[in-house]
């Protein structure tokens, strides 16, 4: 797969293993050793998604995702020893789309990598590359969002979201269907992970909000009310 990995990881074995397991797959990689190193690199070369280890020292995982997620949407795993649920909310409150809990393996983890970026390519190479619905204007050739005719910058979870609410509008979703959709069925983290993406969701939307309806012990539906 011809795609630009940064990985992101301050011990310096652990970061080599990673990168030489990517090499091995074909992909481009960019390594940094800490959160000022991963923004300079992220700021000069066309990065496709971003391996993120979370305990860093100066500048941790967190900071960093907060502050790309500011311009861009680029994908992003985040690594942390740690397992604590509050954490992985942490990040996907953040914008995080993956959460890889150590110790891990490589293979798996590249794994990972590919079926997200394919998800995500996977997307965008459908013929119907439009969608308009009632102020809500979807390019995925460009992975343009505009809501009122305004650029909405959206991650690539929240964009893989908003298309399948959209494209399953009317239909009350389950919020083990949305899991396994858009994060797959080897997810192992917890479903709340859903509904911290729908808030995001409607956060985002604004006025449109009202399009994303709670159904109450059964889970999510978009609709348009006249």
């Known amino acids: 797969m011809n795609k630009n990995i940064l990985i992101v990881e301050d011990e310096e074995r652990m970061r080599e293993i990673i990168s030489d397991y990517f090499k091995a797959n074909g992909f481009s990689v960019y390594e940094a050793f800490d959160g000022h190193e991963a923004l300079e690199l992220f700021s000069i070369h066309p990065i496709d998604l971003i391996i993120l280890d979370i305990m860093m020292p100066t500048l941790d995982g967190w900071s960093v995702c907060r502050r790309i997620r500011k311009n861009s949407s680029v994908p992003i795993i ?8 509050d954490d992985k909310l942490m990040g996907f409150e953040l914008g995080a789309d993956e959460y890889v809990t150590k110790p891990f393996s490589p293979k798996v983890l590249v794994a990972r990598t590919i079926n997200l970026l394919k998800r995500i390519d996977g997307n965008l190479g459908k013929q119907d590359t439009s969608i308009h619905l009632s ?16 650029v ?8 893989e979201l908003l298309i399948y609410l959209i494209e399953n509008k009317g239909v009350v979703l389950s919020r083990e269907n949305i899991l396994n959709h858009i994060w797959g ?34 889970g999510y539906k978009f609709e348009v009310l006249s």
């Open 78 to 85: 985040m690594l942390t020893a740690r397992s604590d649920e």
């Open 152 to 159: 909405i910058d959206f991650s690539p979870k929240e964009f």
């Open 185 to 218: 069925y080897d997810y192992f983290g917890d479903i709340r992970v859903v509904d911290t993406h729908i808030k995001k969701l409607r956060k985002k939307l604004g006025k449109k909000s009202n399009y994303i309806h709670t159904i109450i012990r059964a």
């Open 135 to 150: 102020g809500i204007e979807i390019n995925k050739a460009s992975y343009i969002v505009k809501i009122d005719d305004q």
